[in-house]
């Protein structure tokens, strides 16, 4: 019953999504998608930091004289709203010299071929994740293949190592590897300051333990190392100097509580939490093991 329960939420998620025939680009795709996409102006969150995604879907813009840093690309659809909202805020889209990525799923990955069109900018993305962003297929090493669409592939992707630092100008930020919602999950980590104020910031990938029916996270071929991965992501989220934490979806780090109270008169000390980092892997920690205990009866 529990095992069931797990396949039929997991059923449920990915459901959403229309498949494309293969080879093919997926059209617009999701019921969720709708939602995902809802507009939502742009702001700043600290310093050079600057939220430019939509209402579901993060996307970071990080800025510098020298050019500007992007992280995410939301969805397909996405992409015009998220150069309109570089421009909202007084950016230009050219000058976005730097695109990273998460992890390679159409709902972050799926504009950024169009916003590198847009900018002109290079992508830098750990192996997996270049190979994905650049070939737009997702490989049966994602616990999801199979019931994520495909994506436009990007251009020329450069890889990128665990510990690596990527430069913009004055802009420096560090690629950590927290894979096991994909095998190529990045976590990325820069500071910032604004006058005397400093702050650690963290984009920490998703780490949610969701699949395709029948992929067992407990025990599989096609991605054995699993659970070693997530505990590896795990253990490298809370070591790390964390700030403001962001996230993908900006709900999981609840991007959107902080800035209603900081509307409310918190201030910028309303962004800031430094057990945000821990909190966010005890309740991946925990879900997981909710994960594993379905899997125990499966055959």
């Not at 699949?211 to 071929?221: A, H, I, Q, Y």
Request: aromatic share 8%; with cysteine; glycine share 8%.
């Amino acid at each position: 019953m529990k095992r069931a329960r797990v396949v039929a939420a997991a059923a449920a998620v990915l459901s959403l999504f229309i498949l494309p025939a293969q080879g093919q680009q997926a059209a617009v795709p999701c019921e969720a998608c709708a939602e995902w996409n809802r507009p939502q102006a742009p702001f700043q969150i600290f310093a050079n930091t600057y939220y430019v995604g939509t209402r579901g879907l993060s996307a970071i813009l990080i800025t510098s004289e020298a050019g500007h840093v992007l992280i995410d690309g939301a969805l397909p659809e996405s992409a015009a709203a998220i150069a309109s909202n570089v421009r909202a805020l007084g950016f230009k889209v050219e000058d976005i010299r730097l695109i990273l990525n998460s992890h390679a799923h159409f709902d972050h990955a799926g504009g950024i071929a169009e916003l590198q069109r847009m900018s002109g900018a290079a992508i830098a993305a750990t192996p997996w994740s270049a190979s994905v962003l650049t070939s737009g297929d997702v490989p049966p090493s994602d616990p999801q293949f199979g019931v994520v669409p495909l994506m436009a592939p990007a251009k020329n992707a450069r890889t990128v190592s665990n510990g690596e630092v990527v430069r913009v100008g004055p802009l420096s930020l560090t690629a950590h590897e927290t894979p096991g919602h994909t095998p190529g999950g990045t976590s990325w980590t820069w500071s910032t300051c604004s006058g005397a104020d400093c702050a650690n910031f963290v984009y920490a990938d998703s780490l949610s333990a969701v699949s395709r029916d029948g992929f067992l996270f407990s025990r599989n071929k096609e991605y054995p190392n699993a659970l070693a991965d997530f505990e590896r992501s795990f253990k490298t989220l809370e070591s790390i100097p964390c700030g403001i934490l962001l996230t993908p979806h900006p709900e999981a780090s609840g991007l959107w509580q902080r800035v209603e109270r900081r509307a409310a008169g918190e201030g910028p000390g309303a962004m800031i939490d430094p057990t945000a980092c821990r909190r966010y892997v005890d309740g991946a920690r925990e879900r997981l093991q909710k994960r594993l205990n379905a899997e125990t009866t499966a055959p």
